[in-house]
């Protein structure tokens, strides 16, 4: 369990990559094991692109303090959450994550 401290760390640095970044890709990592996240972090990692796994909550209140929660479609924070951050449009970092994806099943993109 989180201590308050650190989801307010958390939020701040959520908020930060929000703020920062032009583009958004959501995408449910429910089935996911740490290895396969790991595997797909240091793709996207080469490629300068940021995937986090995010509590919903975090998630919804970053995008409330960025004052654009009101264009966020609930469902998007009905399941488990991992944002892909991107600065500029990337086409590489799209292509890995449906990739990703086809190869597992469970994993699942939900928008962006």
Do not use: C, H
């Not at 996911?32 to 490629?47: P, V």
Request: hydrophobic content about 40%.
């Amino acid at each position: 369990m989180l201590t308050r401290k650190e989801k307010e760390t958390i939020l701040k640095e959520v908020s930060e990559l929000l703020e920062k970044s032009k583009f958004l890709i959501f995408t449910d990592p429910t089935a996911l094991n740490s290895g396969k996240t790991l595997q797909l972090r240091k793709e996207l990692k080469k490629i300068n692109a940021e995937f986090r796994l995010v509590k919903k909550t975090i998630l919804k209140r970053a995008f409330d303090q960025i004052g654009v929660a009101a264009q966020m479609p609930d469902e998007i924070f009905k399941q488990s959450i991992a944002v892909l951050f991107l600065s500029e449009p990337n086409i590489e970092a799209a292509k890995i994550l449906y990739k990703f994806s086809k190869e597992n099943e469970k994993f699942t993109l939900l928008g962006g």
